[in-house]
């Protein structure tokens, strides 16, 4: 009978753990992303947004995204945290540069709710850091660009 009562205790115990991490679902962002994630805040700042990823729940995480031809996702989800997925090969073999632009990009969906923007200009250079792949107009982010580019982020 003690142990019958100690199993019951045992189960409502670990219930109820269960249901309390549940419904919480904290904000976990990769901390080598973290970094990036405070250049996206800072840039926004500057331009009159108002950035706090706790509250709007999005978090950053690097994973080995199985299609090779993806470097990153954001997916949305109204219950749990918007995710910024990164592909963990494109992270290791990118430069600074690369870093800023996909973690910019992804928050440009994931924080900004922007679509993709396919336009380029005469010269076939893209127009928007929201163009949807590198083989649709070409882009590189340079200390040049880099002011003009956020700028068009940050105007939708
Ligand atoms: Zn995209």
Excluded at 19 to 34: G, H, K, M, N, S
Excluded at 54 to 68: F, H, M, W
Excluded at 124 to 150: D, E, W
Aim: glycine content about 4%; aromatic content about 10%.
């Amino acid at each position: 009978m003690v142990k019958i009562a100690r199993n019951i205790f045992i189960l409502v115990v670990g219930f109820t753990l269960m249901f309390r991490c549940e419904p919480e679902d904290l904000i976990e962002t990769d901390a080598v992303l973290q970094p990036y994630f405070d250049i996206f805040k800072e840039e926004a700042e500057l331009r009159g947004f108002a950035v706090d990823y706790e509250a709007e729940r999005i978090e950053g995480l690097l994973q080995q995204i199985p299609n090779s031809n993806v470097q990153g996702q954001c997916f949305h989800n109204t219950s749990k945290p918007k995710k910024v997925v990164i592909d963990v090969d494109y992270w290791n073999n990118a430069n600074e540069s690369q870093k800023e632009f996909i973690i910019f990009h992804e928050l440009g969906h994931c924080f900004l709710d922007r679509d993709h923007l396919d336009e380029s200009d005469s010269s076939g250079n893209c127009l928007s850091i929201m163009h949807s792949s590198p083989q649709v107009c070409r882009f590189s982010l340079t200390p040049a660009n880099r002011k003009s580019y956020l700028d068009e982020l940050f105007s939708e």
